[in-house]
């Protein structure tokens, strides 16, 4: 469907944090490995923090990012403390910029792998239920965004974990009102620029691929030959769709019905489970 990956810790180039790895994002753009296809060509995005301004940047093309020189170009310049990247295989919305992740309102970004099913379904009972002032900020036609809308709408700036399980719970209710059994297959990241958090979760459990890496100074100590790890701080962490290169002790699968909490050097997995608004 897509793949992502997220970084917090100390500013890392994003060249180095997009390209170099052995099994970069840029390279399972064209072949995911754990992913339910091998290419994810429709598109691509990067958000990115600076130090001076709390409102995050964005990058969105529809190139496949394996052929987008521009997206070379300005990673090879630019630094940041925390990255949201994103490669697109698309559910059935159209290639076009404003449905490429990661999706941004005001200093938070959001990114999503997975789908709601037969979204043309409940589409308009999912839209109709959107806050009158976040709706017009909807700019695409992606499931993906509209679920981060309704997160938005039922409390996620003020608590996260309630507003993304409220949205969560909302969206089942609504398909199962029209006979989806399974309506939501679901990783998501999103961040306010300090906290980053992650969910794994699907409606019939059994959701995509998701890993963390393990503690960086531990894995550097084991793999010092490894030129990507050798820049990342001690409390640098990585949040991925799949490991970024075969090292092993490297990486840790996040369990299923699960968040993901990162601030700073600390991180914290939660259980997680759809909660009524």
């Known amino acids: 469907m897509c793949r992502w990956l997220a970084y917090s810790g100390s500013p890392v180039n994003l060249e180095d944090l997009l390209f170099k790895p052995a099994h970069s994002l840029v390279k399972q753009s064209r072949h995911a490995r754990l992913g339910s296809e091998e290419m994810n060509g429709d598109g691509f995005g990067v958000g990115w923090y600076s130090r001076r301004r709390p409102r995050p940047g964005l990058f969105h093309s529809t190139h496949p990012a394996w052929n987008d020189r521009n997206l070379r170009e300005l990673s090879a310049l630019t630094w940041s403390r925390l990255v949201f ?113 992650a969910f794994r979760y699907s409606s019939e459990g059994a959701s995509r691929s998701l890993f963390r890496s393990v503690d960086i100074s531990a894995v550097r100590s084991m793999h010092a030959d490894d030129s990507f790890l050798e820049d990342l701080s001690a ?16 990486w840790e699968e996040i369990p299923e019905s699960s968040c993901l909490v990162v601030h700073g050097p600390d991180a914290e997995i939660l259980p997680f489970a759809p909660l009524a608004a």
């Open 235 to 250: 409390d640098a962490h990585l949040i991925v769709s799949e490991p970024l290169g075969d090292l092993e002790g490297a």
């Open 85 to 197: 990247a994103h490669v697109r295989a698309s559910t059935g919305a159209a290639v076009q910029q404003t449905n490429c992740h990661p999706f941004r309102q005001d200093h938070w970004l959001w990114m999503h792998n997975g789908l709601i099913r037969d979204f043309p379904t409940v589409k308009r009972d999912l839209a109709c239920s959107v806050a009158p002032d976040l709706f017009s900020l909807i700019e695409g036609s992606t499931d993906s965004e509209l679920f981060f809308h309704l997160a938005l709408t039922f409390g996620m700036k003020d608590d996260p974990p309630a507003g993304v399980a409220a949205a969560v719970r909302f969206i089942e209710d609504t398909g199962r009102q029209h006979g989806i059994e399974y309506p939501v297959q679901m990783t998501v990241a999103t961040t306010d620029g300090e906290t980053t958090w």
